[in-house]
């Protein structure tokens, strides 16, 4: 059943078993779950089914550290969630990512990769991807050549392409007609209701954007709303504890991350064909797939870094020896100087090797496609090692419903830079001795630890802020999701990942929501 709280005809107050707040991938993945069951599930949604911009504009949040793209630019404040804008890229996080790492802070989650296995295999079903097929196996599926750079340096890594799926658009006749399902439009929750204990939910307390109130009763709720609003909600819920529901460890909205993204340019001194197959895209039967590397674990643990995963791509090549060369040659052919004259000499310069061999290869093979007609882009993206003091809190700004906004504190620490480093000296080695290719880096990136300036790129992965762990004082839910110190409450979504992997989130959110919803159902079925 659809409602749209800002009809009439709609109710003030809803009582559930099950209670969802956020209809984004987490949120409708569990609510599908239980459609058609003896379970009555409230999924409750800021906005409808269509983008407007009143309801995006709620988004909108202050950021006082290292600059990142606008929050209201990122997310999606609509029935289907961010799966909206979603590019479908899908690979689950490596075992190691699990792990607890002495190198690595605050690492280790409280449940392994072989036990989310198994929601992993299901969670490909909902994303649509035909196969879980990985790495080595796809590649072979893929009929690609094996790397030959070294597995113990430089691991074979690839990700698998959903159509892509948009989750409101895949599942809202399913919800619709289901009898035991209601989705609620345009209900914004302004705060999360606790007992005198601030130890059990009572309810909800929602709004629409034209000031219509109303309460949303359940046994069980989930909060699925991303690691921005998630903390953000929990944070201003505040009418019993003055630091928010279930922050006794002020834990909530700690830990925020992201994935770090930097790019090195890459020049092919030599046949090109093993860099582009080993850094390439295939579609076949199975599905469209896109492969790359990542850093292998045995260098993460000797070298004590991060996971890094790397892709390949090419951009225009304006800065091109090759390129250059030609403009430079035309201007002199037809009698004029040629423009940033400059700029073009010292591209050919900087990358002479390269024209020398593009020019014998022209020569030996006339007509022959030149190695560097474009630039080759390695994109880097690390994970973050979990940081205390980046964090999101409240603003003292207010929202049109008169809620505080969020406040992103993104902070990094020297071992994120330090990851991409050893990134880049193993890609130069590996592709150097088994490619033939060089990369030149950015100069910040060879700054000393104490002098560097990052300039990574946030890549709208909101990872962290309440993060699971076994216990209360370093996580603020447990393994099953629920929130340590709320019986009644439980957090879905990227906010629980203690780590964040390199892996984009969407196939590892999808697999733990899986996950929660068995347990739910065991729980409201009396079992636990």
């Known amino acids: 059943m659809i409602l749209d709280f800002e009809q009439a005809d709609a109710p003030d107050e809803f009582d559930g078993d099950l209670c969802i707040i956020g209809a984004g991938a987490a949120g409708i993945s569990i609510a599908a779950e239980f459609a058609n069951t003896g379970h009555r599930v409230l999924l409750i949604e ?32 609509m029935f289907g969630g961010s799966t909206n804008h979603w590019d479908g890229r899908c690979a689950p996080l490596d075992p190691i990512d699990f792990e607890q790492r002495d190198w690595i802070p605050y690492s280790g989650w409280p449940i392994t990769r072989t036990e989310l296995d198994p929601f992993y295999v299901r969670a490909h079903v909902v994303c649509d991807l035909k196969t879980t097929l990985q790495n080595s196996a796809a590649a072979d599926s893929c009929r690609l050549p094996s790397s030959p750079a070294d597995p113990d340096k ?54 629409t954007l034209q000031g219509r109130k109303g309460k949303v009763r359940a046994r069980l709720f989930v909060l699925a709303c991303g690691a921005i609003e998630n903390p953000r909600l929990l944070l201003a819920s505040s009418s019993k504890r003055k630091a928010g529901v279930g922050n006794a460890h002020d834990l909530v909205g700690r830990f925020f991350m992201e994935h ?38 045995e260098v993460q643990r000797t070298r004590r870094i991060g996971n890094v995963g790397i892709t390949s791509y090419t951009e225009g090549g304006e800065e091109s020896a090759t390129n250059a060369a030609f403009r430079i040659a035309q201007d002199v052919s037809s009698g004029k100087v040629p423009d940033n004259f400059s700029s073009e000499v010292l591209y050919v310069l900087r990358d002479l090797d390269a024209l020398i ?33 980046s964090r999101v809190s409240l603003s003292t700004r207010t929202d049109a419903l008169g809620s505080p906004q969020a406040n992103v504190d993104w902070q990094l620490h020297e071992v994120d830079l330090h990851t991409t480093q050893v990134a880049a000296s193993v890609l130069s080695a590996q592709l150097a001795a088994h490619f033939g290719t060089r990369i030149r880096l950015p100069d910040w ?11 990574f790129r946030d890549v709208a992965h909101h990872i962290g802020t309440t993060r699971m762990a076994d216990d209360p004082a370093q996580g603020v839910v447990d393994r099953h999701c629920r929130m340590h110190a709320i019986d009644n409450l439980y957090v879905a979504g990227s906010s629980v990942f203690a780590t964040g992997g390199h892996a984009n989130p969407t ?22």
């Open 46 to 77: 800021s906005g409808g089914f269509e983008f407007e911009g009143d309801t995006q504009g709620l988004y909108d949040a202050e950021d006082s550290g290292i600059a990142r793209q606008p929050m209201i630019m990122q997310r999606l404040r």
């Open 154 to 207: 430089m691991a074979v890594h690839s990700w698998q392409f959903s159509t892509p799926t948009r989750f409101g658009k895949k599942f809202r006749g399913q919800l619709a007609q289901s009898a035991n399902v209601s989705v609620i439009l345009h209900a914004n929750v302004i705060n999360i209701e606790t007992d005198q204990d601030d130890s059990h939910t009572t309810h909800l307390d929602i709004t």
């Open 260 to 297: 770090l993204r930097t790019k090195f340019v890459a020049v092919p001194l030599s046949d090109s064909y093993p860099f582009r197959a080993a850094f390439s895209e295939c579609e076949n039967s199975l599905g469209k797939f896109l492969f790359g590397s990542r850093l292998a674990d």
């Open 357 to 389: 061999v593009n020019a014998r290869r022209r020569a030996l093979m006339p007509g022959a496609e030149t190695i560097e007609n474009a630039l080759v882009v390695l994109a880097c993206e690390a994970e973050q090692v979990p940081n205390p003091n």
């Open 445 to 455: 990136l060879l700054a000393p630890l104490d002098n560097w300036q990052p300039q």
């Open 507 to 528: 196939l590892t959110i999808v697999a733990l929501a899986l996950r929660l919803a068995d347990h739910l159902k065991s729980r409201l079925a009396g079992a636990s």
